[in-house]
């Protein structure tokens, strides 16, 4: 596309006998083909080197030994799932480690177990009062997150079940001297019997609906323990029940002890969170989240009944948690039934993300370590862990640990947007076209078919059809004859032919269907007078149809 | 006679309770939004109240304005720090009920930090006078209550059905997506739900506070009332909150005279969950035939 | 000789002094992940009428929802009247729709976006959602009920007990109340018995358009065949068909 007129192509054969008469045509000035590619391919934005995987270390693999895992014993079950791979690149077998939670969770508890001896000797008694604090709600938010996270029912009836069996067990320790031990199977049954008068609004109200029901329910439990007089009234609780941990005992091993019986407590609920969302029940739930329960009903899952044990699971482990909780502390006071506590835990569960064991014991974590251990910052506590909940809702969509999905969806979305800038239309694949292609080379081809294009049209000026005209055959200039190499490479279908109607006289063009049987068809009314006169015809329709692409 | 000093109580209790069971019914309905920050709402607003009667005047329209704006004001601070935000992300409706509670709990642990523990009253708002209607004594109190509760809800409901804004807000109340495609502006609108619904907060919070004396967590029970009562009438309709308040305050009546009042809340729960059990919905599920359609 | 062959065939700008009501370029728009638009243009000159023709999913419904700002992102450019009503960055769906509405857009949805408690009437007054509509509603709703005259029999009526084509109606006299200058009527058949169907279209075909213009959707060509101005093929988020030919205003002949 070159203005000037300077610029000539000399015919090299000019000067030999029996040459043309032609010698100079004017022409495009050269220019390199790459410049197209170079354009095409420079970001417009600094690009940085990406990609973490180089920092990850792979196993190396062998195809046999892939095959023995350890599992646990009786069943099954692999203690990591390890999947075997093949490296295209460096073409080694590797082994990488799929889910790695459980070596994280190890790694965590670990941690947990030896804390006591690392805890410094001041503040000994705080931290393990908080950590035998850790562990029961823990414990309780565990089995919150059973009903919550995997069963979709939003009860905030959590601390109405562990605070009734708290009580009863305490009065029944206290009036009738009951010993420690049977203290937490009794509040189990009472849990259990708790559940099971309000399991069945669960079964038909909509989440909301049984969340506001619930609430009411934890004001109604406070309101009738406060104002009974067995139920200790007046003095703030339930004090003096029996307690497992002796009294001969010194106070640091008392503390010690304390620690980790709610340190096995937490262990415990973790293994029912395993056992039940696991297996079948768990997978029954997953099918029928809020809103979803008549598929699940068409599918065939039971989803009520599926509900109600799992919120008769969750209220007897509570009534259990509500018979330790006594025994631990030897008595229970009336906080339990507040409206704060309530906040607390439910911020704990948001804080970790709902639904997830680790989010429940991570975000328990860190309201407890503000609650119990920063205690010298007073009422600001408390909203501090309101601040951290609200920031937390406003900005994660399912806690700490949904950051990793939010930030790929996040991530995604950018990226389609960006992609969205850059790509543009011609025959190139777009990317969701190209992921769908087993055979990237048709992607590669259309690409660089893209840019041949690209390229060719920067050639077509006026001098190059002048010069087609009045050359037919024989030697063209540069540009001319890039032009026509490709289009003498384009497929059979809607190529361009020329009809002889009369011979010497009456010429038309044709485009061939490129299927067999399917007869050519005429692109047009003209009539050519000559075969040369033809062949430019197509060369032009061929320069528009390529400028048109 | 007893029995009628507690009927007219609880008809008193129940306007005031209906007042708050609308504002969250509205703000459920209209913006998806299930606000347990009212606690703090009512709380704010009585402190509002009790401002106005301590440093501006004791007289008791002026406190009714305190209540009443300082709800308002609270009503749109919950909205821009808990609504705003978040209402166009995925999870909305349980992350702005946790968001809320959030707020409750910040706010009130804000009030007790300045205010501190004790709890405050007001002047009366309404004078000492009664009247006397033969065994029936009424005092002017509790007539100026049920008539100020009334007169602002007929005036509320009167604006949703006639006005522009009012129309904005029911058709937001039917179909958000509509309504954003009719050209309604869900940003705008729920700065005057939520300050409209913490009015009716701040108003209840004045005229209870004979009852429950203005404190940080004052605003508890009275929310609780109002939540149960919003959701026995099914939550999103009107004329459903008007019913429930009127059966449950009919039933605090009748339980306080027969069985005692501890039990009051036990035979409420009981009555809510067998109501709901017959209609999940609540008893907006008899009156509205469209809702479902 | 071929005198139209230019080296650099530039898309030409509509002429001047005319402004096209609705001038889309470049516009690409997706859910997260998915992008359903690709890389569209389209122009809407004042007063045609124009059909938008194609099969489920290829982004018919998603086109008029780009133009609402109802996507979930979007780039590119949408003028309406001349205003520029795209935008570049991901944006919450519908979080300036109501701006975009202002600006002269009534969308009619498919299906039954309708506000279920609301009578007739009140619905009607919904779409008057400007100042100036609502002190005129009166006028607007005299003119959809000459265009609609069976609901002036349901007034009162709750939108929710109206039959599928009342309620069509309903929706679309309700985007007739504003004085917008682009109808985007999506899908206005779908769902609706064959005669039904052909009555609602025959009533959008009647309405005088004035200076504005109207777009509709439609996966039922025959309908539209030869009552609007030009039929729009859409295919897998691009416009084909006569699109090609339409989008240069200079009715260039090719040789």
């Known amino acids: 596309m070159s203005e000037t007129n300077e610029v000539k192509w000399r015919n090299p054969l000019a000067v030999w006998p029996g040459g043309k008469e032609i010698e100079e045509l004017p022409t495009n000035a050269w220019h390199s083909h790459q410049d197209v590619w170079r354009a095409r391919r420079e970001s417009k934005t600094k690009l940085y080197p990406v990609g973490r995987l180089r920092y990850w270390y792979k196993f190396a693999g062998h195809g046999g030994r892939l095959w ?4 646990y014993w009786p069943t099954r079950r692999r203690v990591l799932d390890v999947r075997g791979e093949y490296n ?93 031990w049977m203290l937490a199977p009794i509040g189990a049954v009472v849990g259990l019997l708790f559940g099971a008068v309000i399991a069945f609004p669960a079964t038909r109200l909509d989440g909301f609906y049984y969340a506001l029901l619930t609430l009411g329910l934890n004001e109604l439990c406070r309101v009738y323990f406060t104002t009974s007089s067995e139920f200790g009234g007046s003095n703030g609780g339930l004090y003096g029940a029996d307690s497992y941990i002796p009294d001969s005992w010194s106070s640091d091993h008392q503390l010690l002890l304390g620690y980790y019986a709610c340190f096995g407590l937490m262990l415990a609920a973790l293994f029912l969170h395993r056992f039940v969302g696991g297996r079948r029940i768990g997978r029954l739930l997953r099918m029928a989240p809020e809103k979803r329960e008549a598929f699940a009903e068409a599918t065939g899952v039971d989803f009520r009944r599926a509900r109600v044990w799992i919120f008769l699971i969750y209220a007897a482990a509570l009534g259990f948690i509500g018979g330790f909780y006594v025994t631990n502390f030897g008595g229970v006071s009336f906080s339990i039934f507040s409206f704060d506590a309530v906040l607390l835990g439910l911020a704990m569960l948001v804080i970790g993300g709902i639904g997830r064991p680790e989010g429940a014991v991570a975000g328990t974590l860190i309201v407890v370590f503000l609650d119990k251990v920063m205690l010298g910052l007073g009422p600001l506590r408390l909203v501090l862990v309101g601040l951290i909940a609200l920031l937390v809702v406003l900005y994660l969509r399912n806690g700490l640990f949904g950051i990793k999905t939010q930030f790929r969806a996040w991530r995604d979305k950018k990226k389609s947007e960006h992609r969205s800038t850059r790509a543009e239309k011609g025959g190139e694949m ?58 003498r490479t384009r497929e059979q279908v809607e190529k361009y032919g020329i009809l002889n109607v009369v011979p010497f006289k009456n010429y038309r063009i044709v485009a061939f269907s490129g299927h067999k049987g399917v007869p050519p068809r005429l692109v047009e009314d003209r009539i050519y007078p000559s075969y040369d006169a033809a062949c430019h015809g197509v060369f032009l329709r061929r320069v528009q149809d390529l400028l048109e692409s | 006679m007893d029995i009628w000093f507690v009927i007219s109580n609880a ?91 959030a707020i409750n709990l910040i706010g009130t642990q804000a009030l007790l930090w300045w205010f501190g523990p004790r709890s405050k009253s007001l002047p009366p708002i309404f004078g000492y006078w009664k009247v006397s209607l033969g065994d029936l004594v009424l005092t002017g109190d509790k007539i100026g209550s049920v008539v ?58 004045v005229l209870l506070s004979n009852t429950y004396y203005i404190s940080p967590f004052g605003g508890l029970t009275p929310m609780i009332k109002g939540v149960s009562i919003a959701l026995c009438g099914g939550l999103g309709s009107v004329r459903g909150a008007v019913i429930a308040a009127i059966i449950l305050g009919f039933n605090e009546a009748i339980t306080n005279v027969t069985i005692g009042g501890r039990y009051v809340l036990i035979t409420q729960f009981l009555l809510i969950i067998a109501i709901l059990l017959v209609r999940p919905r609540g008893i907006a599920g008899l009156l509205d035939r469209a809702r479902e359609a | 000789m071929h005198g139209t062959v230019s080296a650099n065939p530039a898309p030409e700008e509509p002429k001047p002094g005319a402004p096209a009501v609705l001038h889309i370029s470049q516009l690409s728009a997706g859910y997260g992940p998915m992008r359903v638009i690709h890389d569209l243009d389209l122009i809407v000159g004042a007063g045609q009428r124009i059909g938008l023709v194609g099969l489920n999913g290829h982004g018919k419904s998603t086109l008029f929802y780009a133009i609402a700002g109802l ?26 729709t109501h701006l975009v509405v202002r600006s002269g857009l009534a969308l009619i949805p498919q299906g039954d976006e309708i506000f279920h408690g609301l009578s007739v009437e009140e619905h009607l007054d919904s779409g008057a959602f400007t100042a100036e509509s609502w002190r005129d509603r009166a006028n607007r709703k005299d003119r959809v009920l000459t265009i609609f005259p069976h609901l002036k029999t349901l007034l009162t009526v709750p939108v929710g007990r109206l039959s599928g084509g009342e309620r069509r ?28 169907g052909r009555a609602v279209i025959d009533a959008l075909m009647e309405i005088d358009l004035g200076n504005s213009a109207m777009v509709i959707a439609e996966q039922n060509v025959a309908l539209l065949e030869g009552r609007v101005d030009r039929v729009i093929g859409m295919h897998v988020g691009k416009l084909t068909g006569e699109a090609s030919a339409a989008l240069s205003l200079s009715g260039k002949e090719k040789g």
Not at chain 1, 466 to 485: F, K, M, W
Not at chain 2, 149 to 173: C, D, F, H, N, T
Not at chain 3, 73 to 94: A, C, H, M, T, Y
């Open chain 3, 169 to 196: 109606m309903v929706s679309i006299g309700r985007g007739l109340m504003t004085d917008a200058s682009l109808f985007l009527v999506d899908e206005p058949s779908l769902g609706l018995a064959p005669k039904i």
């Open chain 1, 430 to 487: 777009l990317p969701e076209e190209a992921t769908e292609t087993d055979d990237k080379g048709i992607v590669y081809a259309r690409r660089f078919d893209k840019m041949t294009r690209d390229h060719l049209k920067t050639l077509v000026s006026p001098e190059i059809i002048e010069e087609h005209r009045v050359t037919l055959n024989g030697q063209h200039s540069d540009a001319l004859e890039r032009l026509l190499i490709y289009f």
């Open chain 1, 88 to 180: 295209r690149k460096t073409l080694q077998r590797e082994k990488t480690v799929a889910d790695r939670r459980p070596i994280y969770w190890l790694l965590c508890l670990a941690a947990l177990a030896i804390a006591p001896l690392l805890a410094p000797s001041n503040m000994q008694y705080t931290l393990l009062v908080a950590g035998a604090t850790f562990g029961i709600y823990a414990a309780i938010n565990l089995c919150w997150n059973l009903v919550i996270g995997i069963g979709g029912i939003f009860s905030l009836a959590t601390y109405s079940i562990v605070g009734t069996s708290a009580f009863i067990t305490a009065y029944l320790s206290i009036q009738y001297g009951f010993s420690w």
């Open chain 2, 148 to 205: 100020t509760a009334i007169l602002m809800l007929v005036i509320v409901l009167r604006w949703m059905q006639s006005s522009r804004r009012g129309l904005e807000i029911r058709a937001m109340m039917m179909n958000p997506h509509a309504a954003s495609i009719v050209g309604i502006g869900v940003r705008q609108t729920s700065f005057f739900v939520m300050s409209i619904t913490g009015a009716l907060a701040g108003l209840a919070a």
């Open chain 2, 11 to 101: 008809i008193v209790l129940a306007t005031i309770y209906g007042t708050l069971a609308i504002g969250i019914s509205i703000t459920w309905s209209s913006l998806g939004l299930l606000n347990l920050g009212y606690g703090f709402v009512f709380a704010f607003s009585g402190y509002g109240a009790w401002l106005t009667a301590q440093y501006i005047s004791p007289w008791g329209g002026a406190v009714l304005a305190g209540g009443i704006l300082s709800g308002a004001l609270c009503g749109v601070l919950i909205n821009a720090l808990a609504f705003i935000p978040i209402h166009d992300k995925p999870n909305f409706t349980m992350r702005g009920m946790i968001a809320t509670l």
């Open chain 3, 71 to 96: 996507t979930g992102w979007q780039r590119g450019s949408i003028k309406l009247n001349g205003k520029e009503v795209g935008r570049n960055r991901s944006q919450g769906p519908g979080r300036y």
């Open chain 1, 68 to 71: 023995s895992r350890m599992r």
